[in-house]
């Protein structure tokens, strides 16, 4: 009897420890997508380029994570979520090196082409396995969990570099010899964790692969409206602290600069723990409306140039985030099968990264026409229409549905809870 109270201990023990090892390879890998942003000042007077540039440097890191999205999001339900990562970490790897010797635009474009696919190819197999490594099977746990992770990470990216930068020598360099040590961890990690995808049949086809089940999709459209909504609120202000600091306020410290982008993401992660109790209908819903009201003050700040107020729409705008991702997630989590799970997820974050870059891409455009605060506003105008809609679609469709019976999985002998007691409260 004791023997077996030992086993079980242990197996739970090694379940916990596997279970926080891939939230944090999912931190890391999200970390090397925001590396760059407190930088571009910098690359900007060595190198010599305007905005433009930046914004084109910037799509090419939103080009690669939507490819990565669209055509491998669901490679690792074919071939496991290790073999994937691995790659992953060795991509972003690739693209590190290639920061380190970037000397013109074109390597800057090629190191963002690389970062991004690390990141699009990590966001979906990570949150995947996160989910299948929960050692209770608690899917809205295990969503809190890999939500917080990938904005925490998206949050020391910044945070990191802005404090090496102004502190270290190398300010462009240093940062990214530290980022290869984090990837060995992370290979490290990927090690010792367990192999969760199930009904593995070998098979790559490299066509779009983020297909959402029939049932699934009116749900789908709620969470994806919801992230997109989210993310491109999150992209413009990631896109405009750095200005809004510089030009504005006349801040010239970058750890100051990185802290300030830190706080969006430190607020997401915040409200993704306040709102883990939460149904995800309203955790959802709640988030929309205050991510609306964040957008005003947002918008206001820009306006009068008020730096309160920029501060309090951030930290506003990341809890109003935290809420969506957590509820849009929890909800995917909750209805879609073990063997489709990395191509949902996948498709998820794919409406939220055309969130992220999309809409900051205009803007880069358009201030080269109308100036960024107009272009700011218009998007944003745009984007109080997605929200409102975003919010009606939430309110109909989330926790209308039972959840499936989920399948035992070979890899480990454990079976998440066949919890079909019926609609969400």
């Known amino acids: 009897m004791a ?9 739970s023990g090694r379940s916990r420890a596997a279970y926080s090892l891939m939230a944090g390879v999912l931190l890391l890998m999200m970390l090397g997508g925001t ?11 060595q190198i010599g380029f305007g905005e433009l540039k930046i914004t084109i440097v910037f799509a090419a890191y939103a ?11 669901g490679i690792s339900d074919h071939i496991g979520r290790k073999k994937v990562l691995a790659g992953t970490v060795v991509v972003a790897a690739a693209s590190t090196v290639v920061f380190l010797v970037a000397s013109a635009v074109p390597l800057l474009i090629v190191a963002r082409v690389l970062s991004g696919i690390a990141v699009g190819l990590a966001t979906g197999t990570a949150t995947a396995a996160i989910a299948e490594l929960h050692p209770r099977g608690d899917q809205d746990a295990a969503a809190v969990v890999a939500s917080g992770a990938n904005l925490t990470g998206l949050g020391l990216g910044p945070l990191l570099a802005g404090a090496l930068a102004q502190y270290v020598p190398g300010p462009t360099t240093t940062v990214f ?13 990927l090690v010792v964790v367990p192999e969760t995808a199930v009904g593995r049949d070998g098979v790559v086809v490299l066509t779009p ?11 789908m459209a709620g969470a994806a409206l919801g992230i997109f909504a989210a993310f491109t609120l999150l992209g413009l202000f990631s896109s405009l602290t750095p200005t809004f600091l510089t030009d504005g306020f006349g801040v ?42 964040g957008l005003a003050a947002l918008d206001s700040a820009l306006v009068i140039t008020a730096l309160w107020l920029f501060l309090l729409a951030t930290v506003a705008s990341g809890v109003a985030i935290g809420f969506i991702f957590r509820g849009g997630l929890a909800e995917l989590n909750r209805l879609v099968s073990a063997d489709r799970r990395a191509a949902v997820v996948s498709a998820f974050f794919l409406a939220g990264y055309l969130g992220m870059s999309v809409p900051v891409v205009v803007i880069g455009v358009g ?39 989920r399948p035992r999985a070979p890899s ?8 079909d007691s019926g609609t969400e409260p």
């Open 252 to 293: 010239r410290n970058l750890a100051v600069v990185g802290a300030v982008s830190f706080l969006i993401f430190a607020a997401g992660a915040i409200g993704q723990a306040v709102s883990a109790r939460l149904p995800s209908r309203r955790s959802a819903a709640t988030g929309l409306v205050l991510l609306l009201l």
């Open 412 to 419: 480990d002998g454990r079976a998440f809870p066949a919890d």
């Open 63 to 73: 080009g690669g994570t939507l490819l990565a999205l669209l055509f491998l999001g």
């Open 35 to 45: 590396i760059p942003a407190p930088l571009y000042g910098l690359y900007r007077q």
């Open 3 to 11: 023997s077996g109270a030992t086993r079980s201990s242990t197996h």
């Open 209 to 219: 692969d983020v297909g959402v089940p029939a049932d699934l999709r009116s749900v």
């Open 177 to 189: 010899w530290v980022y290869l040590g984090l990837l060995l961890l992370a290979a490290c990690a």
């Open 367 to 405: 201030s080269e026409l109308t100036g960024t605060v107009t272009s700011t506003l218009l998007v944003s105008a745009l984007l109080a229409v997605v929200i409102v809609v975003a919010l009606g679609v939430v309110l109909r469709t989330f926790g209308a549905r039972t959840r499936p019976v």
